[in-house]
């Protein structure tokens, strides 16, 4: 049996295309349908790993969870990580095919196209249902030739499509009809109902907009998605304005993150946030001034993020406020830059041979190599931690994504951070701590997932800074998922929507 297929595509970007998608998955998964999330080509440098060790992009791993499932690389089998100067790093199939720029990427729209199908075939042939996401606007005129994430895939399948726009920014009612005046009449005809999402304020008010924008178009709205507020359900891969802004209005303990021009995983600090902690993206040396905890994160392009902090000042800023005892932890491409030196013999970080001085806030080297490390991983606070803030014996999950391998330098013996099972059962060491235990570092995504390794170290900074601690209490990514599902079907005629894929 092949499964059916729905589409969510947008007027434009960040207009909650993912949200939505995430939401639908969530309600067909509390209706007993077997259901998948698709997006064909993601371009982010927020990854995830599946169990087999495949990357794929952040949302559509945030979306299978919302569906009840593992993530799997079928479910994004394309990931652009921009690296910088118009390259990005091609993630196909789970697994990294090489650094090209746009025009020698789209010169083999053949090869990823066949990706793409081949991905959404075995996808059908395994649940009822496969909900795809669109990217940016479908009618980008100028890449309509290269298409092989909107219209294309939804005529491959022939699937219905829902448009969705985004009321807070403003001209819903332009950029639905716009949309719909630019589509071929192949793809037009796909189209069988609008979504106005993120509506504030009293839903009566908006009439007779939903009405007027039926007439005109002869496509029904579908509903109004009101905005859900303090919805913990990453809505986007990009770092946005607004995110950051978010994010930063909380304290009274604050964490400076360093907003690196190619930053990766943001969402790793979700947790601190969560938690009561500020959290500020900071680009300037100033910025660092009363902050707690200063964490540099990764980066998909360590060196030249590196080689930015220092055109900024940003590096002796850090250095000085290691010194004073602020707390400053690196996380992956952050940890990197905390030890002494960074070679890149091979061009493997940035395209060409390389190396850089590190900040030396710990006694470790990292040689860059092609061999890249994509895992999930058990971890537990090592003993040798004790001087940091961190509690030994403390466990959580995590995640690896990264080139290079970082060791003692000169000889050094550092104390690891962290003791790590990559699935094997066999625990190595990952990390490093300074002497003093103010300086850590780490290659461990979502390390700050786990409140047994979050509340410890939180109340650790609070006690060196006299602040109470802040409380960390078990969150559930399901309890959130269900809340989006709620508010969603409350607002979308579902039973239209099951009768277009045929689940009425």
């Known amino acids: 049996m092949t499964g ?32 998948a999330p698709f997006k064909a080509q993601n371009m ?17 791993a945030v979306q299978a969870a919302a569906a009840g499932i593992e993530p799997s690389s079928d479910m994004n089998p394309i990931l652009l990580k921009p690296e910088g100067d118009g390259r990005s790093q091609v993630v196909l199939n789970g697994k990294a095919a090489g650094s090209f720029r746009a025009r020698a990427y789209y010169e083999g729209r053949d090869t990823l196209w066949q990706s793409v199908t081949s991905a959404l075939d075995r996808l059908r042939a395994q649940y009822d249902l496969v909900v795809m996401e669109g990217a940016g606007s ?27 726009a985004d009321i807070d920014r403003g001209g819903v009612f332009a950029s639905l009809l716009g949309t719909l005046e630019l589509l071929r009449a192949d793809e037009r005809a796909l189209v069988k109902g609008l979504i106005i999402n993120r509506f504030r304020g009293d839903r009566s008010l908006l009439e007779p907009l939903p009405q007027m924008i039926a007439e005109r178009t002869g496509v029904p709205v579908l509903g109004v998605v009101p905005m859900v507020p303090d919805l913990q359900v990453q809505e986007e ?24 021009p190619r930053i990766s995983n943001f969402d790793d600090f979700d947790p601190l946030a969560r938690a009561g902690v500020g959290v500020r993206f900071v680009r300037d040396p100033s910025e660092l001034a009363g902050a707690h905890i200063v964490i540099i994160p990764g980066t998909k392009h360590t060196i030249a993020d ?22 400053v932890v690196g996380i992956c491409g952050g940890y990197q830059m905390l030890g ?57 999950s995590g995640y690896e994504i990264h080139s290079g391998e970082t060791k003692p330098a000169h000889g050094a013996v550092p104390h690891a951070l962290l003791e790590i099972d990559r699935g094997d059962g066999v625990k190595i060491a990952d990390g490093a701590v300074s002497p003093g235990g103010d300086v850590m570092g780490c290659y461990v995504h979502g390390l700050f997932d786990s409140p ?4 410890p170290f939180l109340a650790s900074v609070a006690r060196r800074y006299g602040l109470e601690p802040p409380v ?21 005629d579902m039973d239209a929507i099951r009768g277009f894929v045929g689940l009425g």
């Open 472 to 492: 960390v209490r078990p969150f559930s990514m399901d309890a959130e998922f269900d809340r989006l599902a709620a508010v969603v079907r409350d607002s979308l």
């Open 44 to 60: 982010s440098n927020n990854a995830y790993v599946t169990p087999g060790g495949l990357e794929l992009g952040r949302s559509q």
């Open 306 to 327: 590196l080689r930015w902090m220092r055109s900024r000042g940003l590096d002796t800023a850090i250095a000085a406020a290691a010194e004073k005892g602020t707390f």
């Open 340 to 396: 002494e030196r960074l070679d890149d013999p091979d061009g493997a970080d940035g395209g060409e041979p390389d190396s850089e001085p590190g900040l030396g806030l710990l006694p470790v080297r990292t040689v860059f190599s092609r061999d890249k490390v994509t895992r999930r991983v058990e971890l537990r606070i090592a003993a040798s931690a004790g001087e940091s803030p961190m509690a030994p014996g403390a466990s959580g």
């Open 4 to 35: 059916a297929t729905l589409m969510v595509q947008g007027t434009g970007s960040s207009v909650g295309k993912s949200t939505l998608t995430a939401a639908l998955c969530r309600i067909f998964m509390q209706d007993g349908v077997r259901v």
């Open 237 to 260: 891969d990009g770092m946005s304005i607004e995110r950051e802004k978010a994010l930063g209005m909380i304290g009274p303990m604050t964490a400076a993150v360093i907003r690196l």
């Open 452 to 455: 047994a390794v979050l509340g």
């Open 138 to 164: 479908p009618v980008e005129v100028n890449l309509r030739d290269r298409d092989i994430v909107n219209m294309e895939v939804a005529l491959y399948c022939n699937a219905p499509v829902l448009l969705a």
